[in-house]
């Protein structure tokens, strides 16, 4: 077993669409190593085998094409819904059996992916140590005595150690990033509201993040694309497009803190490092600018010293009133302290906190993202059991600040050490900005050649992005302008380029509209409720694309669509009211062969 098996998300899903493996194969090596790695403290509970391998097997009567997650064996964490299983949030008292998926499950399972259980963690997500939980403390990946960072401890543990290629945690105070550092792997921490929390046992619920774990960038960014998008479900969710990976840019500006600001509490390995990350990033291209780190420690400190904390009291204060006991110690200590405080300190602190998003905007006007430290350092278990409060709140110096002030982030591998411990970097941005944090992070860590996770698995070159300029804007075609359909002779006018074929998400349906010339009409639905039809992406210059929207008639419309590989493109919709005559042509699975039909009856 090791680099010549298939082990990042990308590989996988390749091995599966080509036969060389399949999707039960997979899913039968994942509970192997599970059984061979011989932690139990890294899931607290697993679905049978059997179930699982039988749920791979019924994948072969799909399309591969339009599964991005064809095939994938995905674990959750235990705060997270998912049917069939119970959710615990680590404290036993509270466990309860979920009705249905989460609805970050939903779009997964949707997406071809295969759930094989649920994460251990710290308990209701507080800690960032992965120390304090009932099913015990899951060994870190890469050398046992050290701690596997929390709160997201046995997802982390899981992606690192060779089990699955994905896995969710969630991320108030940085439970996406410090265990992803500690682990050797890649931890995305989206922008707020960007995947929904609708089945999450909420920490803070005004800050808190579903993450995601991989091997790689481009792996995380995927899960990311499946899964973002609104939810009625969620009152927090945001309706905010996510961008495509583009290649690196040219004038990237990155932040690193003023001299002397930075803290590593006596680490100088850890210094050095991140010393040398800079170095490797100026080496890229990106220039580096100074900023002001203070407002931003300020803001970490308001996250467990200000009224943040009664959000995490709200969600067990009815165990702290009936059974106190069946509480973790530390996790009783912090959040019962929430009880105390008062409105009138809720409103000063949201006060403040107004303040200081205003100078962290103006921080982000000449600055494309911050580069900063994952975590200080890292402490073995034994030092953070002696030293359970202050160890775990130095873990979160450069997290804390993150969610409060609607930042995304990317944690991703930087250095292993001499002393063989793990260190990583995380860049942070205003929100929205997922995709371009995902295009310079995806670059960072494949220049450091490091091995990912803890098999000695070798990086892959980095894929190829899709050709385009600055200037080309791609688009989507369903129908009459598809390659030697009937309109294809105005794409051509504009001097456009066919760029690929592929298929949307399974998210749509087609339906033939009586127009002349012949037309159809696509329609978004309820994710993973439609089918994939097929269309090609053709490329125009900005001023071409501007012309040939502008000649749209109604009721077709130019919106963004979702492709079967995550991605999302601009490309033709329909107007709904227009349907009632249609026909509901999605059987066909495209234009094509409808037309094909239609041309011998």
């Not at 011989?38 to 059997?50: G, Q, V, Y």
């Not at 970050?104 to 939980?133: H, P, W």
């Not at 329609?523 to 071409?544: F, H, P, V």
Request: charged content about 20%; some cysteine.
């Amino acid at each position: 077993m090791g680099a010549e098996q298939p082990e990042t998300i990308a590989a996988i899903v390749a091995a599966h669409r080509a036969g060389t493996m399949t999707p039960a194969q997979t899913v039968a090596r994942t509970y192997q190593r599970i059984r061979e790695h011989n932690d139990p403290a890294i899931f607290i509970s697993l679905r049978d085998e059997k179930d699982a391998i039988a749920e791979a097997e019924k994948l072969a009567a799909k399309d591969a094409a339009s599964l991005p997650l064809y095939g994938v064996p995905v674990a959750v964490k235990d705060n997270i819904d998912a049917l069939g299983l119970p959710t615990t949030a680590a404290c036993p008292a509270f466990s309860y059996t979920p009705t249905h998926d989460s609805t970050a499950v939903e779009r997964l399972r949707a997406a071809g992916a295969i759930i094989i259980g649920k994460t251990n963690l710290d308990q209701f997500a507080t800690g960032l140590v992965g120390v304090r939980s009932p099913y015990g403390i899951p060994k870190n990946s890469i050398r046992e005595d050290l701690i596997p960072g929390g709160s997201s401890s046995g997802s982390a543990v899981a992606v690192g150690a060779g089990l699955v290629p994905l896995t969710l945690g969630t991320d108030t105070a940085g439970s996406g990033r410090v265990p992803a550092m500690l682990n050797n792997i890649v931890g995305l921490k989206p922008s707020l509201g960007m995947i929904s929390t609708a089945g999450l046992v909420p920490a803070c619920r005004t800050l808190d993040c579903i993450s995601v774990f991989t091997l790689t960038v481009d792996d995380a960014a995927l899960a990311l694309s499946v899964m973002a998008g609104p939810d009625q479900a969620d009152p927090f969710s945001r309706d905010r497009p996510l961008g495509a990976l583009a290649p690196f840019p040219a004038n990237l500006r990155l932040g690193v803190p003023r001299n002397g600001q930075l803290i590593f509490f006596g680490d100088k390995k850890a210094e050095a490092a991140y010393g040398e990350a800079l170095k490797r990033w100026t080496a890229l291209g990106a220039e580096l600018v100074e900023f002001d780190l203070e407002p931003f420690y300020e803001t970490a400190r308001l996250l467990y010293e200000g009224p943040w904390v009664a959000e995490r009291y709200l969600v067990i204060k009815n165990l702290l009133a009936s059974a106190p006991d069946s509480i973790h110690p530390v996790t009783r200590e912090i959040t019962a302290a929430g009880a105390r405080l008062t409105a009138a300190e809720t409103f000063s602190a949201l006060y403040r906190l107004h303040g200081l998003r205003k100078i962290a905007e103006r921080t982000f006007a000449n600055i494309d993202a911050l580069v900063l430290p994952t975590a200080p350092t890292a402490y073995t278990t034994a030092q953070v059991l002696a030293n359970p409060i202050e160890l775990n709140s130095r873990l979160g110096t450069y997290t804390n600040f993150v969610n409060l002030l609607d930042l995304c982030g990317l944690a991703v591998p930087a250095a292993m050490r001499a002393d063989g411990i793990p260190f990583g970097i995380t860049l942070l941005a205003p929100t929205g900005r997922d995709a371009m944090l995902a295009s310079i992070g995806r670059v960072f860590h494949a220049d450091t050649k490091l091995t990912v996770g803890a098999r000695g698995v070798t990086q892959a070159p980095l894929a190829k992005l899709p050709a385009s300029s600055d200037d080309e804007i791609p688009i989507a075609v369903v129908g009459a302008h598809l390659s030697g359909m009937a309109l294809n002779g105005e794409l051509k006018a504009l001097n456009a380029k066919l760029i690929e074929s592929t298929k949307t998400a399974p998210d749509y349906k087609l339906y033939a509209l009586k127009t002349a010339p012949p037309k159809p009409g696509l329609l978004r639905i309820e994710t993973g409720k439609g089918a994939s039809i097929e269309l090609e992406i053709w490329s125009l210059t900005s001023s071409a694309f501007g012309k040939f929207v502008n000649a749209i008639p109604a009721p077709m419309a130019i919106g963004t669509i979702r492709l079967a590989d995550g991605r999302s493109v601009k490309g033709f919709l329909v107007e709904p009211e227009v349907l009632g005559e249609a026909r509901d042509i999605t059987a066909y699975g495209g234009w094509r062969a409808y037309m094909k039909e239609a041309a011998t009856t």
